[in-house]
């Protein structure tokens, strides 16, 4: 069983929104921190958002005000609304987590691409 799953990338022009998703199987157990990573061609992997499990929410510099990190605790579910979107933000985008017993497990990726 795969242990993350993602959704919702895509190509979308600037000024656009998307919606990334990213399940968790039961297998991982109890979570304490989610949270989305990004890593564009030639540049190193970079925090997006994370959110812990009462909620508190810290975000990368580049995209304040514009991404919206949230979690559904019940369904071991994170999103990322991404509104405002710009070219700059195209990159291959990673789930991550921490479970209970400190356990850290990454996404496969999706793909985001900015461009008119």
């Known amino acids: 069983q795969v242990p993350l799953v993602e959704s919702g990338g895509g190509l979308v022009q600037p000024g656009g929104s998307l919606r990334l998703s990213c399940t968790a199987s039961g297998s991982i157990g109890s979570i304490n921190d989610m949270g989305w990573y990004r890593r564009a061609p030639e540049n190193q992997r970079e925090l997006v958002a994370r959110?812990?499990?009462?909620?508190?929410?810290n975000y990368g510099d580049s995209v304040k005000g514009r991404f919206t990190i949230s979690r559904d605790n019940a369904k071991k579910m994170v999103y990322l609304q991404m509104n405002s979107l710009k070219p700059e933000d195209t990159a291959v985008y990673y789930c991550n987590l921490r479970n209970a017993r400190n356990t850290y497990y990454w996404g496969q990726g999706t793909q985001v691409t900015v461009s008119s």
């Open positions: 959110i812990t499990s009462d909620g508190s929410t």
